[in-house]
């Protein structure tokens, strides 16, 4: 690694075929028409590496790694801790996860172990120093790929015991949790901390101090677990980089806390294209969104572990990609920070659950087929790209998005208990600055937002006081601040703020919270413009809140209900800087039209022109991508794109390829 260049490549289960040796043997030939330069390998190989207890056999491991490294063939070597052989399972029960009904788990499927048991520690522990000593020093071992998708929780009481120490560590006396879980709620003071149980659909459901620590508890756990893989691994190899595959809009884990432990943040990316009724500009958007927010996990460049070469099998339904969209679904990757572009899978299996699932090479096996020519053209375009492998982003806009806040607020029994659609409303502000070519990150509140422009906290339910300070220094020093309704409303244990809210923030924003109103899906509420002449109405939905205004100036008011006149949307300037504050959530065109002027007014934007629906840009380091989501011709920047074409334009050179 080091030198610039992409990756490109993916999972591949060469356990699967070890019986048919022309097939593998065809693989390390089609692997270098596709130019794939890497490959994860081992990811469920467990069965196979350690076939008895302590009997291991890596050979058939090491001659493939052998033949990859031959043909200049990289390997992300995983261990193979997400599925476990049945002799584990049948010799010890215990390694078996429990669910939140206090039921232990059958052996089957994968990812279903408990990550405290030690004995699934130890076997994890030893089948990974057996990989790290034979191919530790392998020079085509670039990265190592720590389990797989790691996500679930175990309530057995092995978990229940390691979470009361938990709980023990983080608060040191039960009088401090009693006050912090506001315990004294439905007669619930704890007085031996043996009392305290993880939340179940037969018990604890009410104590949101409790369940919002047992979430903290499982990304603990979880990350304590990775760790002890790492630490295996590390100490027979001293040089080894780490990744761990994570996935689209999980909250599961707060992934934000495994980010300083990671040299390389990766995921997996499977997008619904040409899903019936969503634009696939909306679909590449979701995309965009996660791309960006796990560049923002180190500020770096990251890896699209995962994605399908056609279609996947697990969708409701399962589209294949049209042609062309392979090409700008991993362009888009690199737009948004990619430096490796991989795939699931390489060879389709025969059997079992993935069978339909795409992959580079089908069952007919043929180089001729639509997602291995598609794949191969890729892989070219990639390598005529590498100049940009490495290339850094701009710090411009930030999303606070932070999970604890979120698991919270959703947590909690409130105005919407029919659903808040966080994504949602998160999606509005970033749809519209994406689209206006604004370069955004995500931090959460433990986040540095000292070297942004733009922040904006959508439904910062949770608002901690160091962060507050962040916010208020923020705006001082002439930042703008971007806050929605149901913001700042209750401390880290989940206990409401006493006082004005939104908590430590109404002088920032010139005003106070009065209440906040539940909408029915379908019910809206009328607002309309306070000056701006021809300005359109708008409609508030979800939920409306009602507030008063100390300095703050109205740009929106409620014109409807008995809060007609309380402020919708309102501007107020602190320090050297000003803050919009938006009640309610709008249409789509209310965000594009708000982010259209901070944009102007705050970034140099290389789009001067609004881009027409369906094309979508992207800054990386010098460069522009303007990609055409749409199976039409498209013009932009200047340039025809064909359909779910990309253009990209070298800022400095005006250099300009097309794709
Ligand atoms: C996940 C897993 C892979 C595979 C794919 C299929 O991302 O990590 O092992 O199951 O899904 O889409
Ligand atoms: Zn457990």
Request: charged share 25%; proline share 5%.
């Amino acid at each position: 690694m080091g030198e610039r260049r992409f990756y490109h490549g993916g999972d591949y289960n060469p356990e699967q075929w070890l019986k048919m040796p022309e097939i593998l043997n065809k693989d390390l030939e089609l692997m270098e028409k596709a130019r794939v330069n890497i490959v994860t390998l081992g990811v469920f190989s467990w069965s196979m590496l350690e076939p008895e207890e302590g009997k291991y056999d890596l050979d058939w491991l090491a001659d493939i790694i052998d033949k990859l490294y031959a043909r200049g063939i990289s390997v992300d070597l995983a261990t193979p801790s997400a599925a476990k052989p049945a002799w584990l399972a049948q010799k010890y029960p215990e390694v078996l996860r429990v669910g939140a009904n206090r039921v232990r788990e059958k052996y089957g499927n994968r990812h279903s172990h408990c990550y405290t048991s030690p004995v699934y520690r130890e076997k994890v522990r030893a089948v990974d120093q057996a990989l790290a000593r034979r191919f530790g020093a392998h020079p085509g071992v670039v990265m190592w790929h720590i389990s797989n998708e790691l996500g679930g929780e175990c309530h057995c009481e092995l978990c229940q015991n390691a979470f009361r120490e938990w709980l023990r560590g983080r608060y040191g006396s039960l009088d401090k949790l009693n006050e912090a879980w506001n315990s004294a709620f439905w007669s619930h003071i704890y007085s031996d901390w043996s009392q305290i149980e993880s939340p179940a659909p037969h018990g604890e459901g009410a104590m949101h101090g409790l369940i919002l620590d047992w979430k903290r508890f499982v990304t603990q756990r979880t990350l304590d677990f990775y760790r002890m893989e790492r630490d295996a691994v590390r100490e027979l190899v001293p040089g080894a980089k780490f990744t761990v595959n994570m996935m689209y809009r999980f909250d599961g884990l707060d992934y934000y806390k495994f980010a300083p432990g990671l040299d390389m943040i990766s995921w997996d990316d499977y997008p619904t294209w040409h899903k019936a009724g969503e634009s696939d500009e909306e679909i590449a958007l979701k995309s965009s969104m996660m791309h960006d927010f796990f560049y923002s996990l180190k500020g770096q460049p990251f890896w699209m572990m995962e994605s399908s070469p056609s279609m996947t099998n697990w969708q409701p339904v399962s589209k294949v990609k049209k042609p062309g969209v392979q090409m700008l679904s991993g362009l888009n990757a690199v737009a948004h920070g990619a430096d490796a572009v991989m795939y699931f899978q390489w060879r389709q299996s025969r059997g079992a659950v993935e069978k339909f699932h795409g992959a580079v090479v089908g069952h007919d096996g043929r180089e001729d087929s639509r997602p291995f020519r598609e794949t191969a053209e890729l892989g070219k375009a990639l390598e005529a790209l590498s100049p940009i492998a490495g290339a850094l982003r701009a710090k411009e806009a930030a999303i606070v998005y932070d999970v604890e806040s979120k698991w919270a607020m959703e947590g909690a029994q409130g105005p919407r208990n029919i659903g808040l659609g966080y994504w949602d409303e998160v999606m509005l502000h970033y749809r519209a600055l994406q689209k206006r070519a604004v370069t955004v990150d995500f931090v959460n509140e433990d986040g540095d937002i000292s070297g942004y422009k733009l922040v904006v906290c959508p439904m910062l339910y949770m608002l901690r006081e160091d962060f507050c300070e962040k916010l208020r220094a923020f705006v001082a020093g002439g930042g703008t601040l971007v806050l929605t309704y149901w913001s700042g409303v209750a401390d880290e244990t989940d206990l409401c703020r006493l006082g004005d809210t939104p908590y430590g923030l109404t002088d920032v924003l010139g005003l106070r919270r009065l209440e906040i109103d539940g909408m029915y899906d379908g019910e809206t509420r009328r607002c309309v413009p306070v000056s701006a002449e021809n300005a359109p109405e708008a409609f508030g939905r979800v939920l409306c809140e009602v507030a008063e205004v100390s300095t703050a100036k109205p740009l929106y008011k409620y014109a409807e209900d008995y809060f007609k006149g309380a402020p919708a949307a309102a501007v107020n300037f602190f320090g050297n800087g000003r803050t919009y504050y938006l009640a309610t959530r709008f249409e789509p065109g209310f965000y594009s039209e708000l982010y259209a002027k901070l944009a102007a007014d705050l970034f140099d934007s290389p789009i001067k022109q609004p881009l027409p629906e369906g094309v979508l840009p992207a800054k990386r380091g010098d460069w522009l991508f303007v990609q055409n989501t749409t199976g039409e011709e498209a013009e932009a920047m200047d340039a025809k794109l064909p359909p779910y074409g990309t253009l990209i334009l070298n800022l400095k050179t005006g250099e300009r390829l097309i794709y």
